[in-house]
């Protein structure tokens, strides 16, 4: 909020703002590609949190274009690549293939978490995360590009880039997990008719 008011006044677009983090983005998957772990989590988490200015931008100062439209695409091949980039990096360092796997599973997990959301909003009309009470507390902690530059930026510096990627993998797949059978589950719900004095989970 406060960058967005920083910027109100100023020339500077909606658009401008969504190219800059791209840039920046890319620049992220340079740095883990050629092993550069510390620095790449650090501006990983300036994207992530600059990226939510473009948006907060176009509202306030009234200019939408298509490219804001299809930001979420732009977000989506940036994070994927930060992740392919750490699986090669890691791979080479290590040498060992099992980098290269999370790389791969993180990467379908992510995909599979985007279909699900995507599927929610085509059937119900709303956000998975708007399902019921767990999914809004789930939310805080569920796996996507803030959470695991956080894991980044806390266990690259202290040395265990291997490691923290294999925890990211783990958390992404679970995440993908939960959110498909929330998913399958709200669908169930919304088939049958409320049963009078029992709560949803």
Same mark, same amino acid.
């Given at each position: 909020?406060? !960058? %967005? ?13 969504? !190219? ?6 890319? !620049? ?10 510390? =620095?790449?989590?650090? +501006? ?15 509202? %306030? ?24 980039? +750490? ?6 360092? %290590? ?10 599973? !993180? ?11 995507? +599927? ?15 999914? &809004?507390?789930?939310?805080?902690? =569920?796996?996507? &590009? ?21 925890? =990211?993998?783990?958390?992404?797949? =679970?995440?993908? %997990? ?9 669908? &169930?719900?919304?088939? &049958? ?9």
């Amino acid at each position: 909020n406060a !960058l %967005t008011f920083s910027l109100l006044k100023t020339p500077v677009s909606p658009n401008g703002v969504t !190219l800059m983090v791209a840039v920046l983005a890319f !620049l992220v998957t340079w740095l883990f590609w050629y092993g550069h772990f510390v =620095a790449g989590a650090v +501006l990983a988490l300036v994207v992530s949190i600059l990226d939510g200015v473009d948006g907060k931008l176009a509202r %306030t100062k009234l200019q939408f274009s298509r490219l804001g439209e299809h930001e979420d695409v732009i977000d989506y091949f940036y994070e994927n690549s930060w992740y392919l980039a +750490l699986g090669v990096s890691l791979s080479s360092l %290590t040498v060992s293939h099992f980098p290269l796997f999370c790389a791969a599973a !993180l990467v379908i997990a992510d995909t599979a978490d985007n279909i699900f959301y995507t +599927l929610a909003g085509k059937w119900y009309g709303k956000s998975i995360d708007l399902f019921s009470r767990f999914d &809004r507390s789930f939310r805080c902690v =569920a796996g996507r &590009r803030n959470i695991y530059a956080t894991l980044f930026l806390v266990g690259f510096p202290l040395g265990y880039p291997s490691q923290t990627f294999v925890a =990211a993998t783990f958390w992404a797949v =679970a995440t993908a %997990t939960i959110h498909g059978f929330r998913l399958r589950w709200y669908g &169930r719900v919304r088939n &049958r008719k409320p049963v009078e004095g029992k709560g949803s989970f």
